[in-house]
Structures are given as C-alpha cells and as structure tokens.
C-alpha cells in the first residue's frame, strides 16, 4: 500500500511512530507478511493476488501469534469481511464548506458466529479519534458488540 | 602515564568539504550546521568569520565565502587516508576523531632519533602522502597532547600539568556548561581548576566535572584502573556474500554495533576504546583503533565500523576482494554503570523488540530501504506533512508541524495519496476547462470532473485554496491551487467520491481520495 495517507491514519487516533510501512514487498509476499506476523499485533496486507493455500498458511500462522491479519481486498477464507458502501459527505457546499463528516454504510459478513450478515452505518470525522468505546457504541444500537479480535458477536 | 604523540589536521571539517567540493584550499570557506558556523578555515578566519557566528553574519563579513554543509560521515572517510599515511611510520594508530589522531610516541622517537624529528617526519609524511596540513604535538596524555599539537609543541614528560597550568580553561571545549560556570567563579585557567582539591570539584559538580579536572590536572580522563577485558568480548562476523558495498556494510555495522553493545552490556562493561579488524578474501587486512571520551553507545559502535569500512571500500587503494571477516575488540572497557542511560534507552520493553527483530528480518529480505516509519512533519499538501524514514535511522523533522501552515486544509485529510501523479480534467457547464487565474480565482464554476477515463458529475466542491510556497526561492518555489470536489454517486449503494485536486502548472491532478 504505498499511497496510504498516514496523515489520515494520525487522524483517525493511530500512533503513527508504531507503524511501520512495506511499500513494496517484492515477490515474495509471504514471507514478509510471516516475518511481520512474528513482530507486529496487527499487519495489514494489500494483495490482489494470493493464493489459497498460502492465504490459509497465513492466516494460521496469524491464529497462532495472537495477531490481527487484516487483508485489504479478497481473501480467501477470511474470518470476517466488511465491507463500505453508500458513502455519503457532507460539509461541502456550492463553491464553499470543507469536506467534515462521512457517513458511511458498513457491511459485515463472516464464518462462524459472524455468519449471519449485518449492516451499521456511523459517521467518520477527522478530528474525532475512532476509539474502541465509540467503535461499540456504534454497533450498540443494532445490539451487537465489537470484541478485541475484530470478530462481531451477538450480546443477548 | 602514556607518551602519546599527536597529529591534529587543523580545521579539518572544513578542509575535508572542500575536498568533497573540488575547493581550492586557499580560499575562504566555512561548514554550517543549523545556519551556524562549526568551522572556519585561517583564511576566512582572517576576514573576521569565528565560530558560532550566524550563516548571513558570516557572507557579511566575507562576501566570496565558501559556505559547506557538515557531514560527519565524510569527514570521517576522507580522514582515512591520513591515518594511514601516519600508520606507515608508527604502530598502534588510533583515530581519536576525525582531525586527530594518536600513535604512542616511545616508537617512532626511538626510531627518528628524538621527538621532534619524529614529528616532522610525519608531518612531512602525511602532506607528501594525502596533501593535508597538520600539526604534532608530543605530551603525557591524550588531552595534554592534543593542546600541544594546536600549538605544534613537543611537552617534556612529567611537565604535562606545568604546560597545562596557564592555558584558558575554555580549552575545555565540549563541557562548555562547566566552563561558563567556572568562569563566572573567577577560575580562568586550567591551572586554577586543578589547584582545587578533587573530591570537593567532583562532590560539588559531579563525576563529569571531576574528569574534567583530572584532564585540567594533567592526568588521563579516568582513573587509570580501567581494566582490559577478557579476549572472548570480541565479536566476529563473516559475512557471506563478501561485502563489497557501502550500504551493505552500513547494513552489517548496524547488526555489529548492537551485538557487541548486548554482549557488553551483559558483563555490566561499555567501551570506550574499539579495534576492528577487516580482512577479505585476498588476504588484504585493515585494522583501526578507535578512541571516544564517552562509552560508545550501539550507534556510536556502528558508525565507527560504518565510517572505517566506508573510507577503505571507497579508498584508490581499495582491497581486491569483498570483506570476509569483521571483528570488533574492546580494546578498553568501563564500568557499564557509567553508560546508564544508553543501556536502557529506546524502552526495551519485550514488544518492541520483538516488533524490531521482525523488522530486521524484514530488512534482510528487502533491503534496508524496504522498512519506512512515518513521522508527521509540517507542510500544507497531504504528502507534505508525512515524512517516511528507513527504520533505524534517526528521524528528524525537518519542519514542525506546530507552526502556522496558511493554506493547509483542515482535517479529515485523504485516505488515499497516489504515488504517481493522476492528471484529471475539470469541465465548467459549457464543456471548457476550468481554471485559475493568477488572482487565485476559478475561471468559472466546476461543473464535471474526468478523472482516468470516467466522466462524473460534480455535486459540491468548495476552493480554489492558494498555496504559495517559497517563493523567495529561484527554483523552488510552487504555486499550488487545491480544490475539494465531491462527485456524484453512479447507483443508490455506490459511494460519493471525494476528490482533493490540485492546479500546478496550468494542470489538474489529483492530490487524494477522500476514502
């Protein structure tokens, strides 16, 4: 991913000296995506290309690090997919305003307890860090909750 | 105490620019750093141009200076020369910095017959050998001996504290807290700092206080009890492939550093004198001793080896073959406690340092260029105000984030920044193009935006914003207009695309996506 804007990364609240960036990670993907599995509680990995197996090796691998592999794209096998869709924007005008909050409409599908298809929208804006406790009152109101390994369940 | 003779290269940042430059070394020139004078050579000394003098106070006072930017590392590889000139004629050579070095002086007198020929032997050598002009000074002590040689002295032994005596205390130069503060008790000289008693100079200022009186008293900087380690603290590394690269050797000087700081650190020792030994696969070999008033830390370890294998890789006389074997000797060691800062920096928590060793691993694979960390610096346009760096080099805004930026957009800023400029096109209702006056206004309203093949409908969009940057400067200035579009949706589920574009050089492209 070397077009990330980590401007917008400090922004929405993340530490930007915990990151480290692979702009390009050459041909042998895995075994830098393993390597960062090892160091790293959250690796994200932008591959438009990866195979089964080696999707299914990764993510084990993951499972047993204790770490959080986000893939951004398909992948295959994924615990849980969201997706965004029906983005609207407000705050910008005819020839005036800036561009301020985001509502976006986020799509959850998965395996598992995630299995059954769910919707939330909330609203995303520069200033206001995401943090875990507006993270749950956004899945609040449609009674789910968010836990710490990203995957949805359903509170009674 | 050891005789030590010394050869300082007087004004040798200085010298060393402008042989990096293609100067001649007669005019006037000076090394800047931070827009202040680090040094002056005699000929701009001459014009009035001292040290710490402000950048454009300095072109004031000499209008055809020469003004060099400093650079440690360069310093460092075109010294290498010198030392070696100076190694032909003496055994046990040690580069104290990059200007100075020291060899024993019981050997080359022995061998010249006196003191002073051995000193003008190697002046002498090193001005035939690399062309550099230079001092020697012959003292009891590395300090003494280096004062000596500013001065071109040969000090008798045991008169190191006698020719100490009436010299300024401000020769003290890299304490300069102390010496401000000695001097505003009415203590001028070096002799009257060493006539107070010890234990009361170090109980009221401090151990470094108090090795700064030994140096003042005329004796070595610790206490003589340093004790020589035992042979097995040495680290040895082969690289496979040979090195014959810089960068490759920066790479290994790296790991090097840290694991003879770690193994070190472990016997509760730091080092304050290092050998390393290179050898290649024909045989070549290259050892140097390095000297360092204060226990070097991992980079410091690093930057020696980096600074050595550096100089000889890019020397005329340089080896054959690639690097085989690098080896590192603490050749003398402190107490650890001394260095408790440097053991303990950098939060050596057990998270980081494994998020550490998976980045070294990732640098093995990729390259050192491969791993980037971010800082946030200031600027106005997105890309601007990021700042990526290799992991593990030192990371140094070059601009604050904090001051004013007029003309940078509020926050939240684009999620996407392209890499490669993406030209766009933007369409007024009549189907011209629209642009931006030199008053920094629309030529008329947007109306559809083409952005890679696809034609959408502008819905709202708010600019032109100005940015003029620099423009003070002849070639780098930048006039920059940003607009914001908002682009309407294809379906119900599609989402609204908004667009930061910029207008550079009568050209549309895009600077974000707002995602």
Same mark, same amino acid.
């Given at each position: 991913?070397?077009?990330?804007?980590?401007?917008?990364?400090?922004?929405?609240?993340?530490?930007?000296?915990?990151?480290a960036?692979?702009?390009?990670?050459?041909?042998?993907?895995?075994?830098?995506?393993a390597a960062l599995l090892d160091g790293f509680?959250?690796?994200?990995?932008?591959?438009?290309?990866?195979?089964?197996?080696?999707?299914?090796?990764?993510?084990?691998?993951?499972?047993?690090r204790?770490?959080?592999?986000?893939?951004?794209?398909?992948?295959?096998?994924?615990?849980?997919?969201?997706?965004?869709?029906?983005?609207?924007?407000?705050?910008?005008?005819?020839?005036?305003?800036?561009?301020?909050?985001?509502?976006?409409?986020?799509?959850?599908?998965?395996?598992?307890?995630?299995?059954?298809?769910?919707?939330?929208?909330?609203?995303?804006?520069?200033?206001?860090?995401?943090?875990?406790?507006?993270?749950?009152?956004?899945?609040?109101?449609?009674?789910?909750?968010?836990?710490?390994?990203?995957?949805?369940?359903?509170?009674? | 105490?050891?005789? *030590?003779?010394?050869?300082?290269?007087?004004?040798?940042?200085?010298?060393?620019?402008?042989?990096?430059?293609? *100067?001649?070394? @007669?005019?006037?020139?000076?090394?800047?750093?931070?827009?202040?004078?680090?040094?002056?050579?005699?000929?701009?000394? !001459?014009?009035?141009?001292?040290?710490?003098? !402000?950048?454009?106070?300095?072109?004031?006072?000499?209008?055809?200076?020469?003004?060099?930017?400093?650079?440690?590392?360069?310093?460092?590889?075109?010294?290498?020369?010198?030392?070696?000139?100076?190694?032909?004629?003496?055994?046990?050579?040690?580069?104290?910095?990059?200007?100075?070095?020291?060899?024993?002086?019981?050997?080359?007198?022995?061998?010249?017959?006196?003191?002073?020929?051995?000193?003008?032997?190697?002046?002498?050598?090193?001005?035939?050998?690399?062309?550099?002009?230079?001092?020697?000074?012959?003292?009891? =002590?590395?300090?003494?001996?280096?004062?000596?040689?500013?001065? #071109? *002295?040969?000090?008798?032994?045991?008169?190191?504290?006698?020719?100490?005596?009436?010299?300024?205390? !401000?020769?003290?130069?890299?304490?300069?807290?102390?010496?401000?503060?000695?001097?505003?008790? /009415?203590?001028?000289?070096?002799?009257?700092?060493?006539?107070?008693?010890?234990?009361?100079?170090?109980?009221?200022?401090?151990?470094?206080?108090?090795?700064?009186?030994?140096?003042?008293?005329?004796?070595?900087?610790?206490?003589?009890?340093?004790?020589?380690?035992?042979?097995?603290?040495?680290?040895?590394?082969?690289?496979?492939?040979?090195?014959?690269?810089?960068?490759?050797?920066?790479?290994?000087?790296r790991t090097?550093?840290e694991k *003879?700081?770690n193994?070190?650190?472990?016997?509760?020792?730091?080092?304050? %004198?290092?050998?390393?030994?290179?050898?290649?696969?024909?045989?070549?070999?290259?050892? !140097?001793?390095?000297?360092?008033?204060?226990?070097?830390?991992?980079?410091?370890?690093?930057?020696?080896?980096?600074?050595?294998?550096? =100089?000889?890789?890019?020397?005329?006389?340089?080896?054959?073959?690639?690097?085989?074997?690098? %080896?590192?000797?603490?050749?003398?060691?402190?107490? #650890?406690?001394?260095?408790?800062? /440097?053991?303990?920096?950098?939060?050596n928590d057990e998270q980081t340092s494994r998020a550490s060793r998976a980045m070294i691993h990732v640098q093995g694979l990729?390259?050192?260029? #491969?791993v980037?960390?971010?800082?946030?610096?200031?600027?106005?346009?997105?890309? @601007?105000?990021?700042?990526?760096?290799?992991w593990g080099?030192?990371?140094?805004?070059?601009?604050?984030?904090?001051?004013?930026?007029?003309?940078?957009?509020?926050?939240?800023?684009?999620?996407?920044?392209?890499?490669?400029?993406?030209?766009?096109?933007?369409? @007024?209702?009549?189907?011209?193009?629209?642009?931006?006056? =030199?008053?920094?206004?629309?030529?008329?309203?947007?109306?559809?935006?083409?952005?890679?093949?696809?034609?959408?409908?502008?819905?709202?969009?708010?600019?032109?914003?100005?940015?003029?940057?620099?423009?003070?400067?002849?070639?780098? /200035?930048?006039?920059?207009?940003?607009?914001?579009?908002?682009?309407?949706?294809?379906?119900?589920?599609?989402?609204?695309?908004?667009?930061?574009?910029? %207008?550079?050089?009568?050209?549309?492209?895009?600077?974000?996506?707002?995602?």
């Amino acid at each position: 991913m070397p077009n990330l804007g980590m401007l917008a990364a400090a922004e929405a609240g993340m530490a930007v000296q915990r990151i480290a960036l692979i702009p390009q990670p050459g041909a042998d993907l895995a075994a830098v995506v393993a390597a960062l599995l090892d160091g790293f509680d959250i690796v994200a990995v932008a591959a438009n290309r990866i195979g089964d197996q080696l999707a299914r090796k990764l993510s084990a691998r993951a499972r047993s690090r204790g770490a959080a592999l986000i893939a951004v794209g398909p992948w295959p096998g994924a615990e849980l997919e969201l997706t965004v869709a029906h983005g609207r924007w407000s705050g910008l005008h005819d020839g005036h305003g800036y561009l301020d909050s985001h509502l976006v409409e986020v799509r959850a599908r998965g395996r598992g307890a995630a299995a059954r298809p769910r919707r939330t929208t909330f609203t995303l804006r520069g200033e206001t860090p995401l943090t875990a406790p507006s993270f749950e009152h956004m899945f609040d109101h449609s009674s789910a909750a968010i836990s710490d390994d990203t995957a949805i369940r359903r509170t009674p | 105490m050891t005789r *030590l003779l010394v050869l300082w290269c007087p004004d040798w940042p200085v010298v060393a620019a402008g042989m990096a430059a293609g *100067l001649s070394a @007669d005019a006037p020139a000076v090394v800047v750093s931070a827009n202040q004078v680090v040094c002056a050579n005699a000929q701009a000394r !001459r014009e009035g141009v001292r040290q710490g003098l !402000r950048r454009r106070e300095a072109q004031g006072r000499c209008p055809d200076l020469a003004v060099l930017p400093t650079d440690l590392d360069r310093d460092a590889r075109l010294f290498e020369p010198v030392a070696a000139a100076v190694e032909e004629l003496a055994v046990g050579v040690e580069v104290v910095a990059p200007g100075v070095v020291a060899v024993p002086a019981r050997g080359p007198s022995g061998y010249f017959g006196s003191e002073e020929s051995a000193a003008e032997r190697v002046i002498d050598q090193v001005a035939t050998r690399t062309g550099a002009e230079s001092q020697v000074g012959v003292a009891d =002590g590395l300090f003494a001996a280096t004062l000596a040689a500013h001065r #071109g *002295l040969v000090v008798p032994p045991g008169e190191s504290a006698r020719f100490l005596a009436p010299l300024d205390i !401000r020769e003290l130069a890299d304490r300069p807290d102390l010496v401000d503060l000695l001097r505003r008790l /009415g203590i001028y000289t070096l002799g009257a700092f060493a006539a107070l008693s010890h234990n009361d100079v170090t109980s009221r200022f401090g151990a470094d206080a108090g090795y700064a009186h030994r140096l003042a008293s005329g004796l070595e900087q610790r206490p003589p009890s340093r004790r020589r380690p035992p042979v097995d603290l040495s680290v040895t590394l082969s690289p496979d492939p040979p090195i014959d690269r810089v960068d490759a050797a920066a790479f290994i000087a790296r790991t090097l550093g840290e694991k *003879l700081h770690n193994l070190l650190a472990s016997h509760g020792l730091a080092c304050t %004198r290092l050998a390393i030994h290179a050898s290649t696969a024909n045989g070549e070999e290259l050892t !140097r001793l390095w000297r360092c008033a204060d226990p070097l830390t991992p980079s410091g370890i690093s930057d020696r080896v980096r600074w050595q294998l550096d =100089g000889w890789l890019r020397s005329p006389t340089r080896p054959s073959a690639g690097i085989t074997l690098l %080896r590192l000797e603490p050749e003398e060691t402190v107490d #650890g406690h001394a260095l408790q800062l /440097g053991l303990w920096q950098g939060g050596n928590d057990e998270q980081t340092s494994r998020a550490s060793r998976a980045m070294i691993h990732v640098q093995g694979l990729l390259g050192q260029e #491969g791993v980037l960390t971010p800082t946030l610096t200031g600027g106005r346009s997105p890309s @601007d105000q990021v700042t990526l760096t290799p992991w593990g080099d030192e990371q140094t805004p070059t601009t604050s984030p904090d001051l004013p930026w007029p003309g940078r957009l509020p926050s939240p800023s684009p999620a996407t920044i392209p890499t490669q400029r993406v030209p766009a096109t933007v369409l @007024d209702r009549d189907g011209g193009e629209v642009g931006v006056t =030199g008053r920094f206004t629309l030529t008329s309203q947007p109306d559809e935006v083409a952005v890679a093949g696809s034609t959408r409908r502008v819905i709202a969009w708010a600019g032109p914003w100005p940015a003029d940057e620099r423009w003070w400067e002849k070639d780098n /200035g930048r006039r920059r207009a940003r607009l914001q579009v908002l682009l309407a949706e294809q379906s119900e589920v599609d989402n609204q695309d908004a667009l930061l574009l910029v %207008r550079e050089n009568e050209k549309w492209s895009v600077e974000g996506i707002y995602d």
